[in-house]
């Protein structure tokens, strides 16, 4: 792996890590750190909740997701994670509930499979200052002898517990990391406030909305988080409330038969339950200060016309594509890897533009402790079209062919844009192939 | 507004043209800059528009439109905007029955028919003024985006009803306007949306379709606009003629050029 520079410690700002150095793999992957943040001080006009931060485009307010890594790779308001069987997509879930007890914002966990009182149990553990400095340093084969400073502990725990004195609170990280290995201390979970919305327990009380096309669960998980939003003034109603504060909303495993939804049994079923669901939900987000990640079993959608109404009507859609049970599981490009992580779609909110990654190709795995999502740095490329001959330069030209390749498509003027392609099968790392659409 | 958009359909805001039906469409790409662009165009023009968005709150348009020079809230105040939101309208709609009848009171019906009291909406809004002076050029409708319509219940035959109605309305006795945004599905089987499609490109004047780029996502080409104008109520031999740009979005505007001129890659 890359040698990887300590990366900064201080309140309110997280270093960006940086990858140096070659290496004789096939793929080299580089890590990617958090971006590092400005200094807060300039926007202390702004609402200070703990665990938010401004965005520099748009100056809405950013929740982290949990997974430093992921947060610069999306912005706010509503994420919906989608997965095969299920597994890494909890794990998100996990990480976006766990940030918002560390940073003190309240909870509500919606779920037709598991209480939400046991999905609390297992979120992961945050991890201390000095321990992440150690797991970055120890894949980078530096050595760093592990201080065992006690002073450091202490401080560590008061640094993490939600601030009860008055002051602002911008101080206060954005993104931690978590140690999947080891649960939530109990105390920060009953330190912290939250609501729990579990399926088949409200499915007998009454309704007072018309019978219209969503199903009964949606409904009465749609009444429960409008009463959440206007009791506890998320939505601004009651403005002697002392501080403001987030409302995260995690909502499990969306579209399956146990909300009552049959969209994943039958191709014509109950087509528009889901949407409009998503619909009011998304009225409810953007009139209150909250934010939501929504899980969904994407795979066992019969009707695909679904999938895109739904990426129609959320700000943020993230796919990932976990190699277990297929042929890239065996595949030695990604040995090292869990899956591969789709961006489908990012907000743009208050903006013409949206902050993109310049980078598209990404891959997830989850180590002993962390998560990590990594880029992919060396890339192979198909060749269309007429320009086979360039193929042979490059062979010849070996690692460093790509800036060779544009004097040369600059010398016969062919217009083109590149794409960068992900690997599927295994290559040479001296070789480079350049996929160019002719337009 | 986008300047460069203007040149390119060849018209200003002083010179905007009247009883026409414009077609906005996005393929695998976000077509919202376009809707961003027609509103500033249409306020600037001095004419009243009729906004029914349903997809983004009336702060996000507000923010956006001061980018480009126009402010929605002054515009909002002095008459000139008449502004549904329907996300807002969509929690009051839902969680408390209403006492009259509200344009989206079909989210709380199982089985709504059709859009009427939506189209009563935009013809009220676009009422011509009473008292004499023209205060307004001429009545815009504006829709974002049709789509979600049919995700929120409505068949797509409901939705092509409701456009043909606001069109004899609109375009057809008040001189007026109507631009709205459908996204292709492409090849994700949505029936319905291809209908609505479909249905709309015969009847549109003008279709300007934002297509994310086939090679992929690239950082300085953020898609291709292809602009069709048609003459929809004259059958005509004479093929409609096309042009093909691409573009960059930037913080305030949109740049056009010829396909492989981007000036990243000359």
């Given at each position: 792996?890359?040698?990887?520079?300590?990366?900064?410690?201080?309140?309110?700002?997280?270093?960006?890590?940086?990858?140096?150095?070659?290496?004789?793999?096939?793929?080299?992957?580089?890590?990617?750190?958090?971006?590092?943040?400005?200094?807060?001080?300039?926007?202390?006009r702004?609402?200070?909740?703990?665990?938010?931060?401004?965005?520099?485009?748009n100056?809405?307010?950013?929740?982290?997701?949990?997974?430093?890594?992921?947060?610069?790779?999306?912005?706010?308001?509503?994420?919906?994670?989608?997965?095969?069987?299920n597994?890494?997509?909890?794990?998100?879930?996990?990480?976006?509930?766990?940030?918002?007890?560390?940073?003190?914002?309240?909870?509500?966990?919606?779920?037709?499979?598991?209480?939400?009182?046991?999905?609390?149990?297992?979120?992961?553990?945050?991890?201390?200052?000095?321990?992440?400095?150690?797991?970055?340093?120890?894949?980078?084969?530096?050595h760093?002898?592990?201080?065992?400073?006690?002073?450091?502990?202490?401080?560590?725990?008061?640094?993490?517990?939600?601030?009860?004195?008055?002051?602002?609170?911008?101080?206060?990280?954005?993104?931690?990391?978590?140690?999947?290995?080891?649960?939530?201390?109990?105390?920060?979970?009953?330190?912290?406030?939250?609501?729990?919305?579990?399926?088949?327990?409200?499915?007998?009380?009454?309704?007072?909305?018309?019978?219209?096309?969503?199903?009964?669960?949606?409904?009465?998980?749609?009444?429960?988080?409008?009463?959440?939003?206007?009791?506890?003034?998320?939505?601004?109603?009651?403005?002697?409330?002392?501080?403001?504060?987030?409302?995260?909303?995690?909502?499990?495993?969306?579209?399956?038969?146990?909300?009552?939804?049959d969209?994943?049994?039958?191709?014509?079923?109950?087509?528009?339950s889901l949407?409009?669901?998503?619909y009011?939900?998304?009225?409810?987000?953007?009139?209150?200060?909250?934010?939501?990640?929504?899980?969904?079993?994407t795979?066992?959608?019969?009707?695909?016309?679904?999938?895109?109404?739904?990426?129609?009507?959320?700000?943020?859609?993230?796919?990932?594509?976990?190699?277990?049970?297929?042929?890239?599981?065996?595949?030695?490009?990604?040995?090292?890897?869990?899956?591969?992580?789709?961006?489908?779609?990012?907000?743009?909110?208050?903006?013409?533009?949206?902050?993109?990654?310049?980078?598209?190709?990404?891959?997830?795995?989850?180590?002993?402790?962390?998560?990590?999502?990594?880029?992919?740095?060396?890339?192979?490329?198909?060749?269309?079209?007429?320009?086979?001959?360039?193929?042979?330069?490059?062979?010849?030209?070996?690692?460093?062919?790509?800036?060779?390749?544009?004097?040369?498509?600059?010398?016969?003027?062919?217009?083109?844009?590149v794409?960068?392609?992900?690997?599927?099968?295994a290559?040479?790392?001296?070789?480079?192939?350049?996929?160019?659409?002719?337009? | 507004?986008?300047?460069?958009?203007?040149?390119?359909?060849?018209?200003?805001?002083?010179?905007?043209?009247?009883?026409?039906?414009?077609?906005l469409?996005?393929?695998?790409?976000?077509?919202?800059?376009?809707?961003?662009?027609?509103?500033?165009?249409?306020?600037?023009?001095?004419?009243?528009?009729?906004?029914?968005?349903?997809?983004?709150?009336?702060?996000?348009?507000?923010?956006?439109?001061?980018?480009?020079?126009?402010?929605?809230?002054?515009?909002?105040?002095?008459?000139?905007?008449?502004?549904?939101?329907?996300?807002?309208?969509?929690?009051?709609?839902?969680?408390?029955?209403?006492a009259?009848?509200?344009?989206?009171?079909?989210?709380?019906?199982?089985?709504?028919?059709?859009?009427?009291?939506?189209?009563?909406?935009?013809?009220?809004?676009?009422?011509?003024?009473?008292?004499?002076?023209?205060?307004?050029?001429?009545?815009?409708?504006?829709?974002?985006?049709?789509?979600?319509?049919?995700?929120?219940?409505?068949?797509?035959?409901?939705?092509?009803?409701?456009?043909?109605?606001?069109?004899?309305?609109?375009?057809w006795?008040?001189?007026?306007?109507?631009?709205?945004?459908?996204?292709?599905?492409?090849?994700?089987?949505?029936?319905?949306?291809?209908?609505?499609?479909?249905?709309?490109?015969?009847?549109?004047?003008?279709?300007?379709?934002?297509?994310?780029?086939?090679?992929?996502?690239?950082?300085?080409?953020?898609?291709?606009?292809?602009?069709?104008?048609?003459?929809?109520s004259?059958?005509?031999?004479?093929?409609?003629?096309?042009?093909?740009?691409?573009?960059?979005?930037q913080?305030?505007?949109?740049?056009?050029?010829?396909?492989?001129?981007?000036?990243?890659?000359?």
């Amino acid at each position: 792996m890359a040698a990887v520079a300590t990366c900064g410690t201080g309140a309110g700002s997280t270093g960006s890590m940086v990858a140096a150095g070659g290496k004789n793999n096939v793929t080299s992957f580089q890590r990617r750190g958090p971006r590092a943040s400005g200094s807060d001080s300039s926007y202390s006009r702004l609402v200070s909740i703990a665990g938010t931060r401004p965005s520099v485009r748009n100056g809405q307010l950013l929740v982290s997701t949990g997974l430093p890594a992921l947060d610069q790779l999306l912005g706010r308001f509503r994420t919906e994670i989608w997965d095969k069987y299920n597994i890494y997509s909890s794990l998100l879930f996990k990480y976006f509930l766990a940030e918002g007890i560390i940073n003190g914002h309240t909870l509500l966990v919606a779920s037709a499979k598991e209480d939400p009182a046991d999905i609390l149990q297992e979120l992961p553990a945050p991890l201390l200052d000095d321990n992440v400095k150690k797991d970055f340093d120890e894949d980078a084969c530096n050595h760093k002898t592990a201080e065992s400073n006690i002073k450091m502990k202490i401080a560590w725990r008061y640094q993490l517990l939600p601030k009860m004195e008055a002051g602002p609170v911008s101080s206060s990280r954005f993104g931690h990391y978590y140690d999947t290995s080891k649960k939530m201390p109990q105390e920060l979970i009953e330190a912290s406030k939250w609501h729990g919305f579990f399926s088949p327990e409200k499915s007998s009380s009454t309704l007072n909305i018309e019978p219209c096309s969503l199903t009964h669960g949606y409904i009465k998980l749609l009444q429960f988080i409008q009463n959440i939003i206007y009791e506890e003034g998320f939505d601004g109603s009651n403005p002697q409330k002392k501080q403001k504060n987030i409302l995260r909303i995690g909502i499990q495993n969306l579209g399956s038969p146990l909300w009552g939804d049959d969209i994943c049994c039958t191709e014509n079923g109950n087509s528009h339950s889901l949407t409009k669901f998503l619909y009011v939900l998304r009225g409810l987000l953007r009139t209150s200060l909250s934010a939501c990640m929504i899980t969904m079993p994407t795979h066992l959608i019969q009707n695909k016309a679904i999938i895109s109404r739904v990426t129609n009507l959320s700000d943020t859609v993230v796919g990932l594509e976990s190699f277990i049970g297929s042929e890239r599981e065996t595949n030695p490009l990604y040995k090292d890897y869990h899956g591969l992580i789709h961006i489908r779609q990012i907000p743009r909110l208050n903006n013409l533009i949206y902050d993109v990654s310049d980078v598209k190709d990404l891959a997830f795995k989850l180590k002993k402790k962390l998560f990590t999502i990594e880029v992919r740095e060396n890339f192979y490329i198909l060749v269309h079209g007429k320009v086979t001959v360039t193929v042979f330069l490059l062979e010849a030209l070996g690692k460093n062919s790509f800036p060779c390749l544009f004097q040369i498509l600059e010398a016969t003027c062919i217009p083109c844009n590149v794409r960068l392609n992900p690997s599927y099968t295994a290559i040479s790392g001296s070789l480079c192939y350049l996929s160019l659409s002719l337009l | 507004m986008f300047p460069e958009l203007n040149n390119l359909l060849n018209t200003t805001p002083d010179r905007a043209e009247q009883g026409k039906l414009t077609l906005l469409c996005d393929a695998n790409t976000d077509g919202s800059f376009l809707v961003h662009h027609f509103l500033s165009f249409y306020l600037k023009a001095n004419c009243k528009v009729c906004f029914v968005a349903l997809i983004q709150s009336f702060s996000h348009y507000n923010i956006v439109g001061q980018k480009l020079g126009v402010s929605l809230t002054v515009a909002r105040e002095c008459g000139q905007l008449v502004f549904l939101e329907g996300l807002k309208s969509s929690v009051d709609v839902f969680f408390r029955a209403q006492a009259e009848p509200h344009p989206l009171q079909f989210l709380r019906e199982a089985n709504a028919e059709n859009l009427q009291p939506l189209y009563e909406f935009v013809r009220e809004a676009l009422k011509p003024v009473d008292d004499g002076e023209a205060a307004w050029r001429c009545p815009v409708l504006l829709v974002d985006d049709l789509s979600v319509l049919l995700s929120l219940g409505m068949g797509a035959v409901a939705v092509l009803d409701f456009i043909h109605y606001c069109r004899a309305t609109v375009c057809w006795e008040r001189k007026g306007n109507i631009v709205a945004l459908v996204h292709d599905s492409g090849d994700t089987e949505d029936e319905e949306n291809n209908i609505l499609l479909n249905g709309l490109s015969h009847q549109s004047h003008l279709i300007l379709r934002a297509e994310g780029l086939a090679t992929g996502f690239c950082r300085d080409v953020h898609g291709q606009l292809r602009i069709l104008w048609r003459t929809p109520s004259q059958p005509t031999t004479q093929r409609d003629r096309s042009l093909t740009y691409q573009y960059k979005i930037q913080d305030k505007s949109v740049s056009f050029f010829a396909k492989g001129m981007s000036p990243a890659v000359l």
